[in-house]
């Protein structure tokens, strides 16, 4: 068996997982067609996981008690290698925990298990982040999926649609230099749908704050389809690689980049969670394949 990955599956999905990042790399439906992207020159990830942090911090810089931590867009999970705590047909379980490596970049104690468990149609993935230390262990966690685009080689890109579970007519957010820009936008949405189109993401993500759903449904009018759900994430982001990728990134979060103009002290930024010490969170997505209709 190796130990770089694992493959999980149902009778209508086959998801494989990798230790490093403990990223999953491919989940193909029952027809056996990839849903995922598959990490070409355009970009070279299929679903990292976002911890500590979303997006960017100022300068790429974490503050904390008066000293100064190197910190990369995304944070660092995405980079190290996951240990298996579990692995079985339909499900796995892996498990990072800080070090030294860790702590020269994020002072803090923290536990974070990934699970991911293939139920019928449904890849299951949840996430819980424990704090054994004895601080307040601020934090942000997101995934990243990247999905084909479009799904159903041969479609226009502009075939598909976002459909959301709610109404999101709130302002979206845009990035500056990897940061929030300060002033809202009016939302692309109108009304549940989000029309596709690789200029919808000329200013980079599209990024929803305010976000009103717990689903999104990803279709063409034909072709195979992808419906997320998500729990205990607050924000969502979607994304295309400006200028034209074929793929397309839905990515719940909670957390988001700093404000271009926050300065302060990391356990200031806004948008994390304040796990207490003793404590943990769990938050979970879920991905659904539909078969070509």
């Given at each position: 068996?190796?130990?770089?990955?694992?493959?999980?599956?149902?009778?209508?999905?086959?998801a494989?997982?990798?230790?490093?990042?403990?990223?999953?790399?491919?989940?193909?439906?029952?027809?056996?067609?990839?849903?995922?992207?598959q990490?070409?020159?355009?970009?070279?990830?299929?679903?990292?996981?976002?911890?500590?942090?979303?997006?960017?911090?100022?300068?790429?810089?974490?503050?904390?008690?008066?000293?100064?931590?190197?910190?990369?867009?995304?944070?660092?999970?995405?980079?190290?290698?996951?240990?298996?705590?579990?692995?079985?047909?339909?499900?796995?379980?892996?498990?990072?925990?800080?070090?030294?490596?860790?702590?020269?970049?994020?002072?803090?104690a923290?536990?974070?298990?990934?699970?991911?468990?293939?139920?019928?149609?449904?890849?299951?993935v949840?996430?819980?982040?424990?704090?054994?230390?004895?601080?307040?262990?601020?934090?942000?966690?997101?995934?990243?999926?990247?999905?084909?685009?479009?799904?159903?080689?041969?479609?226009?890109?502009?075939?598909?649609?976002?459909?959301?579970?709610?109404?999101e007519?709130?302002?979206?957010?845009?990035?500056?230099?990897?940061?929030?820009?300060?002033?809202?936008?009016?939302?692309?949405?109108?009304?549940?749908?989000?029309?596709?189109?690789?200029?919808?993401?000329?200013?980079?993500?599209?990024?929803?704050?305010?976000?009103?759903?717990?689903?999104?449904r990803?279709?063409?009018?034909?072709?195979?389809?992808?419906?997320?759900?998500?729990?205990?994430?607050?924000?969502?982001?979607?994304?295309?690689?400006?200028?034209?990728?074929?793929?397309?990134?839905?990515?719940p979060?909670?957390?988001?980049?700093?404000?271009?103009?926050?300065?302060?002290?990391?356990?200031?930024?806004?948008?994390?969670?304040?796990?207490?010490?003793g404590?943990?969170?769990?938050?979970?997505?879920?991905?659904?394949?539909?078969?070509?209709?």
């Amino acid at each position: 068996m190796s130990t770089d990955t694992h493959i999980i599956r149902s009778d209508s999905i086959t998801a494989t997982i990798k230790a490093a990042g403990a990223e999953l790399c491919s989940l193909k439906n029952a027809d056996g067609l990839e849903l995922l992207w598959q990490a070409g020159p355009e970009w070279p990830r299929h679903a990292p996981l976002l911890f500590p942090i979303v997006g960017r911090l100022k300068n790429d810089e974490l503050r904390h008690k008066g000293k100064t931590y190197p910190m990369t867009q995304h944070g660092f999970a995405r980079d190290q290698r996951f240990e298996w705590v579990s692995r079985e047909a339909a499900s796995c379980k892996l498990v990072l925990v800080d070090n030294n490596a860790t702590r020269a970049r994020y002072p803090f104690a923290f536990r974070l298990e990934v699970t991911y468990a293939a139920r019928g149609a449904d890849l299951e993935v949840t996430f819980e982040i424990a704090n054994p230390g004895d601080e307040t262990l601020p934090a942000s966690l997101g995934g990243h999926p990247a999905f084909n685009w479009p799904l159903l080689p041969g479609l226009a890109k502009e075939a598909y649609t976002l459909s959301f579970s709610h109404d999101e007519p709130a302002p979206v957010r845009r990035l500056d230099g990897g940061l929030m820009r300060p002033d809202a936008q009016p939302s692309p949405i109108k009304g549940k749908a989000l029309a596709l189109s690789e200029r919808l993401f000329d200013d980079d993500a599209v990024i929803l704050d305010h976000l009103a759903s717990t689903s999104v449904r990803y279709a063409a009018d034909r072709g195979p389809s992808i419906e997320m759900s998500w729990d205990g994430f607050r924000e969502l982001g979607i994304w295309s690689k400006p200028g034209g990728a074929p793929f397309l990134c839905i990515e719940p979060w909670h957390g988001f980049a700093s404000p271009v103009d926050f300065d302060g002290e990391f356990t200031g930024k806004p948008g994390l969670m304040q796990i207490a010490p003793g404590a943990s969170r769990s938050l979970s997505y879920r991905i659904r394949s539909a078969a070509a209709a």
